[in-house]
């Protein structure tokens, strides 16, 4: 029972377990924890580009994606909002998309449309590190538990 040694760093984690459980196996990382660049293995991305999908908040759909990326630990989506938002562009870390529907071409996030809509602006001329940090960090915020009565 390799994956229940919390000496064994090394773990290999069973294939039974869910991807954030794995995570916990082998990275002794908490199963809460967000990662904003990388998409979750159960979301269905696996590679594919995204681009043309629609997109659907917790409540409601915000638009169609522009442009992605599958870097590794830099995956993004940038969704141009159309006329829901006055036309802007939002840049979605990977780790807000909850799952893929490929056959209704719709990408899934766990975010409202208020806090899409509050995050930082777009800028594609922006390839900053200093950007993204604040942009990862916006949407951990994001993930932390809503106080009862709504948003924070």
């Not at 290999?12 to 990275?27: E, F, I, S």
């Not at 995050?119 to 922006?126: C, G, K, L, M, T």
Request: charged content about 25%; aromatic content about 8%.
């Amino acid at each position: 029972m390799d994956r229940l040694d919390p000496n064994n760093t090394h773990a290999t984690p069973d294939p039974a377990l869910r991807a954030v459980d794995q995570d916990v196996v082998t990275t002794g990382g908490s199963p809460s924890a967000f990662s904003p660049w990388s998409y979750r293995a159960e979301a269905g991305v696996a590679g594919t580009s995204l681009i043309g999908y629609k997109v659907e908040a917790s409540d409601g759909s915000i638009g169609k994606i522009d442009s992605d990326s599958s870097e590794v630990d830099a995956s993004y989506l940038v969704v141009d909002t159309g006329p829901w938002i006055f036309g802007k562009k939002v840049m979605l870390p990977a780790g807000t998309v909850n799952h893929v529907d490929h056959d209704e071409q719709k990408v899934y996030v766990d975010r409202t449309k208020d806090q899409i809509k509050a995050a930082p602006e777009y800028d594609d001329s922006i390839n900053d590190p200093a950007y993204r940090d604040k942009l990862g960090g916006y949407y951990n915020d994001t993930y932390s538990a809503t106080p009862p009565g709504g948003l924070r």
